[in-house]
């Protein structure tokens, strides 16, 4: 079974701060790795995602996040914040060859002006 | 890029009655559909895999009666709430997946707006 774990369920940061928001998941098989974002009763909207490959790798918005197998991680990162960043985020993972997704409890990212 | 419309974006409805939402792919097909619910300041749970033209899947503990799905077409699926209740208030949240082979994890999720249900 997967399982997604963020550390953290709220994280602040000052404008121009970098952002670190921590993921850390458990999977019997390679994972394909998520980070969605939600902004206030929205839905989800994808920022970036592993599948193969390149370990790092870019997102939308100037996030970018590492797959390193051997700390089962997929840290998010940003070097500076702007306060459009402020909203929910999730960590998810998918299973190779299959749709689902679990996701992490969420981290929500408050920006301090 | 994939865009996925969820109606209603909100709806106030009183216990006993059934509420219908639902969520369209706009311009691409989409065989399976993902229906989750999400409570206040937590994740989202999946409730179910809709499935074009079959029975939906539901996962473990999801009432199958209380939340019925149909999707009657490649761009549409419906979740239905039976006689709700105020318990069933949540925000509901449909994804399509699109951008690979079918079936396939490389496809990207594209999710509706949610629906925020409150039952009175």
């Known amino acids: 079974a997967q399982s997604v774990t963020q550390l953290g369920s709220h994280v602040s940061v000052s404008e121009g701060a970098l952002v670190l928001l921590r993921c850390n998941y458990s999977s019997s098989v390679p994972p394909y790795l998520f980070w969605y974002v939600q902004y206030p009763n929205q839905g989800l909207q994808l920022l970036l995602k592993?599948?193969?490959?390149?370990?790092l790798v870019k997102g939308i918005n100037g996030f970018e996040a590492e797959f390193k197998k051997s700390e089962t991680s997929f840290h998010l990162t940003k070097p500076s914040a702007h306060m459009s960043d402020a909203a929910e985020y999730f960590c998810a993972v998918s299973d190779f060859g299959n749709e689902k997704l679990t996701f992490g409890t969420g981290t929500r990212l408050t920006i301090i002006p | 890029g994939a865009v996925v419309s969820q109606h209603p974006s909100r709806v106030i409805c009183k216990s006993g009655t059934s509420v219908k939402i639902e969520c369209r792919s706009l311009d691409f097909q989409a065989t399976t559909m993902f229906w989750y619910r999400q409570f206040p300041k937590q994740s989202l749970m999946l409730m179910a895999t809709s499935n074009e033209g079959s029975k939906a899947t539901y996962e473990q503990g999801v009432e199958k009666d209380k939340f019925l799905i149909n999707h009657a077409s490649l761009t549409l699926s419906t979740l239905t709430v039976t006689s709700a209740h105020p318990e069933d208030s949540s925000f509901y949240i449909c994804?399509?997946?699109?951008?690979?082979?079918?079936?396939?994890?490389?496809?990207?999720?594209?999710f509706g707006a949610g629906t925020r249900l409150s039952v009175l």
């Open positions: 994804s399509a997946p699109h951008g690979g082979l079918a079936g396939g994890a490389k496809n990207i999720q594209y």
């Open positions: 592993y599948t193969t490959g390149a370990t």
